[in-house]
Structures are given as C-alpha cells and as structure tokens.
C-alpha cells in the first residue's frame, strides 16, 4: 500500500443514458470511409520533404515565402520577416563561445528531428539548435539574438500539436531540454521549485516518492516538458480538481527578448503588491519571453476526498483504440455502448475511498444511469484504463489522416458539434468525440484514409464558425501555435487581439521570439 495516498480508484461507467440525456445523440453507427484527394500541387519552387503526407510546404530559394498547405487546416502563405537577420558563421561562432561546441547542433540528422512536430504536420528548416544549461546561458543568447535581430523558437519536448514549437523558416532553435534539475521541495508547503526542461513524469514519479502528487497530468508525461506546459497553459486530465496552471503556479523566472531576466519565483501565497506579471507569461506560447524555471505549488498528503478527472470517449474512440492499438482491450463485457466515462478520484484513506466509488456505482446502476461499469483493482490496471483514453490520437494516426480540433464548448452543446459534422461529412469520414468532460473541452477529431481538400472545405471553417456561434474556444488546450494564429477572431475580439499584439510590441519590439504564432502575423508585423 502506497503511504502517500489512498490507491487511485477508477470508475469507468458504460452507458447510452449518461451522456445521451446531454447530448441527445441519435447517430448511427460509423460510416465507411471513402476519400479521394491529392498532395502536392506547387510549382516554381522546391518541396520540402514531405513526411507522411501530413503535410506539404514550398519556399523559394531565398526562404523568403513559405506557403503551408497544412492538411489538417487550410492553406495559408506566411512571409518571412524581411527585418529578420540571416544566421551567419560568425553568429555560429558565438554560440559556440556561449555554450560550447557540444551545445551548438548544425548536424543535419538531430536538426530535422528538431524542425518537425511530433505529428509531422509542421517542418521549418532552422539550421542551428542551441541547448542551453542554464538561465545565465539563455539570457546571453537571447540578448545577442535580439542585438542580430534573429528569430527564435523555444522548444520543449516539442509534443505539440499546432506548429508552436517549430520553426517556420529559419529560426534558431532554442532547446531548453538540458534545464531538468529540480531544485527544491519543501514538504511542509508542498511547493516544488524546478527548471523549465523537466518532463512532466518525472516530476510526478518524484512527488510520488515524497507523498504528493502533481495537478498536472497529460497524454505525453514521458515527453512533454513543464517550461512548455506552462507555455501553453496545458489543461490535462486533472483539470477538474486543480483547475487551470494560472492557479497552480505561484511563481516564474523568464528571460525576456532583449535578455533580461524576470525573476518572480517568490514562494508565498498571497501578495497583493502590484501587478501580477507570472500570469501573462503562462499561456503565452514563448511569444513574450522564454520560461526557464517555475515553482509549483502541490497537493498535500491529506487530501480531501475530491473528483480528480471526469473524461469522456464515444464508441467510435473506443473502436479507433481497440482496432490499432496492441494489448489494449475493453475491461468490459462486449456491447454497444454510445459513451464512455472515465473517472478518477483522489482520496486520503483507501478503504474510505473504494467504499464510496462502489456505492456511486452501484446506486447510478440501479438508477439506470449507466449500464455497467468496473473500478480499478490495482494500479496496472488502472494505467491500462487509463492508455484507452490516452491511446487516441496514437490510434488515429495509425488510421491514416486525421483533422484535430481542440474546443471548449459548454457541456449541453459539446456532442451536438460532433453529431453535425457527422451529417456534413457523411460517408466520407469518421467522426469521433471525446475529451474532458469535467471542463467542457471536446477533442473533435476526423479520420480520413489521406488528407483530402473536400473534406477539409466541409469542415473548416464550419467547426470555428460554429464555436464561435456559441461562445466557445478554438483552442481550449493545445494553444493557437501556428495553426490557429490567424484565426484567433473567432474566440476574441479585435480590441482583445489588438491590446495583444501591443503586449508582443512592447516585450518584443524586434518580435524575435517564436515569430508567425499565437497571433496574426501580418497584424504583429505592421
């Protein structure tokens, strides 16, 4: 028995009532798939590689105009700053001054690692990645870059799904990767102080070990870094419990573009002097400054008996899962189900603990709430609960191409999305739905066998217009990255982005740091 906690206990309930009274879904099962479409269609320049078929971008010789044909969204030409300055051997020079020569990557092999997404949507052709070991280090490179006027990219574990976190043209890559040194626990307050570079896992099995538990729990722990977690704002699967990183963080350090270093790692709780300046860094995607260290304040060993996450996945997730993805099997008995609800709680006594999640269950059976359900035993069996939900988007690119929309809609309207979309695409797609149910943010994801430009005209820019129409998020997540940045008007209104870019000028005036994101570009570069 692990002292910590009581062992996690998880409650997956099976039902066409639960969620259905919602949703009132009336959908039939998943339609075949038929596509047809073509890649590649640019003339008068050369392709780059092409990984996959996730995506086709054309540039001229000079890396001066880039247009993306990204098939998960639509096409869109981004030019390169003109005010940008070209790297140049001198520059690399003094990089290796900096860092040593060990930390100043040109090698081809780790670059293009470096230059694509993890879903291989989204390639730039940097030619220099740095690896920075310390703030110190950060701080000089970012001052010389922006002394150079050259553009940057932060990078993380680079586990992101809208082009956030890689080049667009020739950025330098800044990995802060060999930052993963925790510096202190105080187990008295449970706050945790740690650098940018430490994966997410780690931080949790560490706090495990100490008898605490981490607010913070995503698809991609064993990849993912906390300085890009914050960066995004990343909501995860404990969202419902410990709500948003703005409330779990109570302090940053960050290196601005010009090199200055903000440090606002003060470890108390209440501080009502001035502004609160941590806040406009977290979510900001390294548009405003690079985050090198956080201190995060953690749950306690006596926790009260709470809900922890409150997921959900329709049938055709659950059939995507079990089709591609080996060893994973439903810890059900076979039958149609329309949903599935993963839960998770988080309590201080075990018996206590397994004692009121058998008696939920058995009271919402005998309701005919749901139609049957199975708590977690143990923790292995958990964790294979836990990879069905996980093991989506695995599954999905395993199906071939796939449209992801991350939303926050509210809860009554959330499945009605996924319901219209399967009306519009018909037999042409799959459409499947699923996401956290506890803060209302549905992943809308839509298979195809290859990218096709029919398809993607019937969804977009349907799926934004109609967020928009019910005041939801494009982005609840995820972050707007490149992928969404010129389409931030659907979730904000033009004084909102303008006051932003503002902010940008004002922190960025070169807009050197992680240029052509978050906001529009041709409205950054005026």
Same mark, same amino acid.
């Given at each position: 028995m692990e002292k910590w906690r009581s062992s996690q206990r998880i409650l997956r309930n099976y039902t066409k009532t639960l969620i259905s009274h919602r949703f009132n879904t009336n959908h039939n099962n998943s339609p075949n798939i038929s596509s047809s479409g073509k890649q590649g269609f640019y003339t008068n320049s050369y392709d780059l590689r092409d990984y996959r078929g996730r995506s086709s971008t054309t540039v001229n010789q000079n890396c001066r105009n880039l247009q993306y044909r990204l098939f998960g969204s639509t096409t869109f030409e981004v030019q390169r700053n003109p005010s940008f300055a070209t790297l140049n051997s001198e520059d690399v020079n003094r990089f290796k001054e900096m860092l040593g020569e060990k930390n100043v990557i040109e090698d081809e092999d780790r670059l293009a690692t470096a230059n694509i997404d993890w879903m291989r949507k989204y390639k730039g052709f940097s030619k220099l990645l740095l690896q920075p070991k310390s703030t110190q280090e950060v701080s000089e490179i970012l001052k010389y870059c922006n002394s150079r006027c050259l553009a940057v990219v932060p990078q993380g574990g680079n586990t992101g799904l809208v082009g956030g976190s890689v080049p667009v043209f020739d950025e330098v890559i800044i990995n802060i990767g060999s930052m993963n040194n925790i510096i202190s626990l105080d187990k008295v307050s449970g706050i945790l102080v740690c650098e940018a570079g430490c994966i997410l896992e780690n931080l949790d099995s560490f706090l495990l070990n100490e008898g605490f538990i981490m607010p913070l729990d995503l698809g991609a722990k064993g990849s993912c870094q906390i300085g890009g977690n914050v960066s995004t704002n990343a909501g995860g699967l404990r969202y419902v419990r410990y709500g948003s990183l703005h409330g779990s963080i109570l302090g940053l350090e960050v290196v601005q573009a010009n090199g200055t270093v903000l440090d606002m790692l003060g470890t108390i709780r209440k501080d009502s002097t001035g502004y609160d300046l941590k806040q406009l860094f977290i979510g900001s995607?390294?548009?405003?400054?690079?985050?090198?260290?956080? *201190? *995060?304040?953690?749950?306690?060993?006596?926790?009260?008996? %709470?809900?922890?996450?409150?997921?959900?996945?329709?049938?055709?997730?659950?059939?995507? %899962?079990?089709?591609?993805?080996?060893? %994973?099997?439903?810890?059900?008995?076979?039958?149609?189900h329309n949903f599935y609800v993963l839960i998770e709680t988080t309590g201080s006594n075990e018996t206590h603990d397994k004692e009121k999640l058998e008696a939920f269950l058995l009271h919402s059976m005998e309701s005919g709430l749901i139609s049957d359900g199975v708590v977690a035993q143990d923790i292995n069996q958990a964790s294979s609960f836990w990879r069905i939900r996980e093991g989506i988007t695995e599954a999905l690119m395993k199906a071939g191409a796939v449209y992801k929309y991350d939303l926050s809609l509210p809860v009554e309207k959330m499945y009605n999305l996924v319901e219209k979309m399967r009306i519009r695409l018909g037999q042409r797609a799959k459409v499947l739905g699923y996401g956290h149910l506890g803060d209302a943010n549905l992943h809308l994801n839509i298979s195809t066998p290859e990218y096709d430009d029919t398809v993607l005209a019937q969804i977009e820019p349907f799926v934004y217009e109609w967020t928009s129409s019910h005041r939801g998020s494009i982005s609840a997540e995820h972050g707007l990255g490149l992928m969404k940045a010129n389409k931030i008007h659907y979730s904000k209104s033009p004084e909102t982005v303008e006051l932003m870019i503002s902010i940008k000028k004002l922190l960025d005036p070169n807009r050197i740091l992680n240029p052509y994101k978050v906001l529009p570009h041709s409205l950054v570069q005026e």
């Open positions: 995607e390294g548009s405003l400054g690079i985050i090198t260290k956080k *201190l *995060l304040s953690e749950s306690k060993r006596k926790l009260g008996e %709470v809900l922890s996450a409150f997921e959900f996945l329709d049938n055709q997730s659950m059939d995507m %899962v079990l089709t591609y993805l080996d060893g %994973v099997r439903n810890p059900l008995p076979p039958s149609v």
